[in-house]
């Protein structure tokens, strides 16, 4: 596991980028066939990928000519983005501004929630433009090994924890999956062991 040094924020920033361009070909795979295809039954025409890290949905994405903006808050992960060809941009404090109100159809969270240490604010932002009836997909590792696995992880979600946070912001679950196998042995031993949630914003919001 990546230990990241507890320096300025440039530093750990290039060392968690390096760390996630060193994925193995089996994780990129897993991601490919386990994963991405189950998101395309909720894209719209205007999609986001809220945390795109180096831009793996975004390249799957535009392999099927499906329309996803990435942003995230670290610029090495958006130097790498532009430098595969995506369209990914950096997330600053005032990205989404008053005036970017309900304009997505999807936004996918895969694996970021747990990187935030305070998601309130975050939250209120993507319910803020997320349109009525739209969808939000967040994944999170709630096995404790993949938990583990990543330094950059701040809070721990399981399912029940999850719901409560989301049902906040009027967002309702319509389905969930787990990868690769809602199995015990994969929970307890896999660090890919992932819950996937699809939340619908409400109509009334």
Known sequence: MLKIKKTNNRLRNKEYSEYLESRSLLGILYKLFFIYPKFFK???AN????????GDLLYFSKLFNKKLLGVD???FNISVCKNRGLNANYLSNNFFNSSKKEIYDCIVMDNVLE???KPEKTLK????ILKKKAFLIIGVPVGKVG???DPDHKIYYD???LDQKLNKYSLSKESFFYVPFNLKFFRDQSKMFCFYAIYKKDAKC
């Open 42 to 44: 909720y894209f719209g």
């Open 47 to 54: 999609n986001l990928d809220y945390g795109c890290g180096i």
């Open 73 to 75: 808050p670290n610029k």
């Open 115 to 117: 990187h935030i240490s």
């Open 125 to 128: 932002i993507i319910n803020q």
């Open 147 to 149: 938990f583990l696995a």
């Open 159 to 161: 399912e029940k924890s």
